[in-house]
Nanobody
Framework: QVQLVESGGGLVQAGGSLRLSCAAS????????MGWYRQAPGEQRELVAR???????NYDDSVKGRFTISRDNAKNTVYLQMNSLKPEETGVYYCNAASFVRRYWGQGIKVTVSS
């Protein structure tokens, strides 16, 4: 059974920081690309950051320089360090694991950035 379990969300003031974690089980983690997506209220789910199985990263332009995605294959965990958070980055953050043939989602975790 595949599980992606997010943690680290919560309420933070604008300009603050949060670190999200996603612990994966049931997949060969090191072979999967991992991503973080955000879904704001009433909006579509959008990619925030992604890291390939080889460690290459890409970010949405709006978070470049402020967010950092990383992975620890020994712990089957992917992280998203979010700095200088903005109120418009409020939403539910989802962890995603993707291979060529499969894609899995976590249950999501709420992040609220107050102004």
């Amino acid at each position: 059974q595949v599980q992606l379990v997010e943690s680290g969300g919560g309420l933070v003031q604008a300009g603050g920081s949060l670190r999200l974690s996603c612990a994966a089980s049931g997949i060969p983690f090191s072979t999967y690309a991992m991503g973080w997506y955000r879904q704001a209220p009433g909006e579509q789910r959008e990619l925030v950051a992604r890291i390939t199985n080889g460690g290459s990263t890409n970010y949405d332009d709006s978070v470049k320089g402020r967010f950092t995605i990383s992975r620890d294959n020994a712990k089957n965990t992917v992280y998203l360090q979010m700095n200088s958070l903005k109120p418009e980055e409020t939403g539910v953050y989802y962890c995603n694991a993707a291979s060529f043939v499969r894609r899995y989602w976590g249950q999501g975790i709420k992040v609220t950035v107050s102004s």
